[in-house]
């Protein structure tokens, strides 16, 4: 069973930045495909991020130049960093794993989820 525990959600004006921060605690966590993924009120869940065993990074085309996702093995915890952030980000933040396997972009498809932490991005 893995656990993950974001952090680093919060109010921001636009064009801030936010650092969201998620520890993994049980599996292997080198083992691990990561991501992170978003949901607006009222609509579905949306992939955001993915970061491959090997480092290889994705994104949606909306963050692209603006997000960076990254992840530390020594620490069990992956992160985005969010810059230029835009109202339209606004959204509660999940990240996720899936052990042996890329993150898929369809939600279901992976093993583990956070709670979410807020991220309010004000105009």
Do not use: H
Not at 53 to 76: E, H, L, P, Q, W
């Amino acid at each position: 069973q893995v656990q993950l525990a974001e952090s680093g959600g919060g109010l921001v004006q636009a064009g801030g930045s936010l650092r969201l921060s998620c520890v993994a605690s049980g599996g292997t966590f080198s083992n691990f495909g990561l991501g992170w993924f978003r949901q607006a009120p009222g609509k579905e869940r949306e992939f955001v991020a993915a970061i491959r065993r090997g480092g290889i990074t994705t994104y949606i085309d909306s963050v692209k130049g603006r997000f960076a996702i990254s992840r530390d093995n020594a620490k069990n915890t992956m992160y985005l960093q969010m810059n230029s952030l835009k109202p339209e980000d606004t959204a509660v933040y999940y990240c996720t794993v899936r052990e042996g396997w890329p993150i898929s972009t369809t939600p279901a498809e992976n093993t583990y989820w956070g709670q979410g932490t807020q991220v309010t991005v004000s105009s």
